[in-house]
């Protein structure tokens, strides 16, 4: 449950929740994408872990075998495309985390011209190669830990890093509460605008945020459910693990949107909010350049987890036996860094190249968190509750009394519904 946390918990959160909760209308955002979380991803995860847990297999495997020679194994593919799609970019956000760790114990973060965090920022992205190479020290690391092995590693890792990063949000959140910004930060937050309700890219972005944050649809909980020890049942460890998942969105909102109002920055900054709001309030705690780095160092352990659990979907999908893992590893985390390197430069030298308004990185996000991740999601709701059906799924799942039925209800009608609806109004067809 840690290891799921751990890996749910980490920049979905604390970099991206942020800023897609600003440019999508604040609390309405957030309601829709709570919503989300209950009645789509949960049980999105525990049909996922269910699959992992029945077939002991990867996800390329687990649906060949469970689907047995079925247009069904396109499911598993799918997935695994997705996450390297994820890994692709991902890896460039915690390359950027690195950066910022490295910055603030030098002192550099500290010091900077009077043209800002956000200068400093785009300063930084716009460098083209500079950010490669931290996005390559993150991909080296990953590749490191994976080859080795990773289950009692990552399980140990997050027994102490996702308290301790939590401990040091609520710090940060109840610093940022007594800033003179912090009312407008709650309103944005918390009072919604109902008008946003008519607005059906708002509905797409919950939704893709919810499976983005929690990698459900992915493979990640498919292939940690086929570690799963027993019969234990999975409602419970997944509900845990995406309250923790939401808490952690929350108060990353909680600390940032407070500072912003304060310091004046944009609400609309896109994905280097977090790079540009943050150090403002640092800078303002006493003793925040001690604070900062270690906020930095979690949040770049915490990418580096998230990581590690995503290779390890692909790599399990690739080794089989497990004999070539190494080989196999380094194989992979080649070709998915060299996938985000064009994302890295959208930034800068390929600043110019876009698709319907949106740079490489935003295509890559976009297409990956509010497409394919949604859409692997229904292909493993419908697999579970209507190729299963109703009595294999809730014993796969291990669940009972009105747990199971809640579950299955939710898997069969609620999820699929859900994601079909929003993807029909995000298209204009209604």
Known sequence: MFAAI??????????????????????????????????????VIIAE???????????????????????????????????IVVLGYYGVVAGWTARYFFAAVSGALWSIPASGYGAYFQEFVAD?????????????????????????GIERCNRFMVPVLAIILVGFVAFALTLDGAAQGLEFLFRPDWTALSRPDVYLAALGQAFFSLGAGAGVYLTYGSYLPGRGGLARPALAVAAGDTAFALLAALAIFPALFTFGGKISSGPGLAFVTLPELFRAMPAGAIFGSMFFLLLCLAAVTSMVSMLEVVVASLTGDGRQRPRVSLIAGLAIFALGVPAALGFGPWKGVQLAGLGIFDVMDFAASNIALPISGLL???????????????AAANLGGAWSEAWFLALRYGAPVAIILVFLAATGII
């Open 6 to 43: 751990g890996s749910a918990a980490g920049l979905g959160n604390i970099w991206r929740f942020p800023h897609v909760t600003a440019d999508h209308g604040g609390a309405i955002f957030v309601m829709l994408y709570i919503s989300f979380i209950i009645l789509v991803a949960v049980p």
């Open 128 to 152: 083209g190669w500079t950010p490669i190479l931290w996005q390559a020290a993150l991909m080296v690391i990953t590749v490191a830990i994976v080859s080795a092995g990773v289950r009692g």
């Open 380 to 394: 493993i709701a419908t697999f579970v509750a209507w190729r299963w059906g109703r009595a294999r799924a809730i």
């Open 49 to 83: 872990a269910a699959v992992g847990h029945r077939s002991r297999r990867s996800p390329i495997a687990a649906f060949q075998l469970l689907g047995r020679n079925t247009p069904w194994a396109v499911t598993g593919y799918l997935a695994v495309a997705t996450i």
